[in-house]
């Protein structure tokens, strides 16, 4: 048993992989979770000033903004480790866990899609609970990492404005 409370946020842009994530979390003892479907609901979960022990990007694309976010989320000191799941070759797994290394992000695992209780419990159970950081503060970035998001997660420009956000 967990000395600890862990949270865990979950982005899955389907709903019923959420609530599979909801229920493979909950049999690890995870029972502070934040479940969102796209990164909105990520800055509004954000906005309470949680930390959480874990981050779940769910069809995590890579590119270069995808990266970026990635790096900004774990810059703000609100997310201690990362995980990645999706549909990846060999190679792309390694890619993900070099870059990760070379930008200091801590990624715990790039898994397969679908994702077991089995490697689910494999990989939490390599994760490294932190006590001294919650002194520290949550970084102002957490509200930046929207600069990075995809077009697709964005509003609309509006006319007239002198810049998007």
């Known amino acids: 048993m967990a000395t600890i409370s862990r949270r865990a ?8 992989r959420l609530l599979n994530y909801s229920v493979l979390l909950n049999r690890l003892e995870f029972y502070h979770l934040s479940l969102c479907l ?27 903004n995808e990266l970026m976010s990635l790096k900004a ?28 290394w070379a930008n200091r992000v801590p990624l715990l695992d790039v898994l397969d899609k679908p994702l077991s209780l089995a490697q689910l419990r494999e990989v939490t159970g390599s994760m490294v609970l932190y006590h001294s950081e919650d002194q520290q503060p949550i970084r102002k970035s957490v509200g930046e990492f ?11 420009a509006r006319i007239g404005c002198e810049c998007r956000g």
């Not at 929207?146 to 609309?156: C, E, G, N, W």
């Open 9 to 16: 946020m979950v982005l899955c842009s389907h709903p019923g």
């Open 38 to 64: 796209n990164l909105d609901e990520v800055r509004k979960a954000l906005s309470g000033r949680q930390r959480y022990s874990l981050f779940i990007h769910d069809d995590f694309r890579p590119g270069p």
């Open 73 to 100: 989320l774990s810059q703000s000191n609100t997310f201690r480790q990362f995980l990645l799941v999706g549909n990846y070759s060999a190679e792309e797994k390694r890619g993900l866990m070099q870059w990760a």
């Open 146 to 156: 929207r600069d990075f998001a995809p077009a697709a997660d964005l509003p609309p």
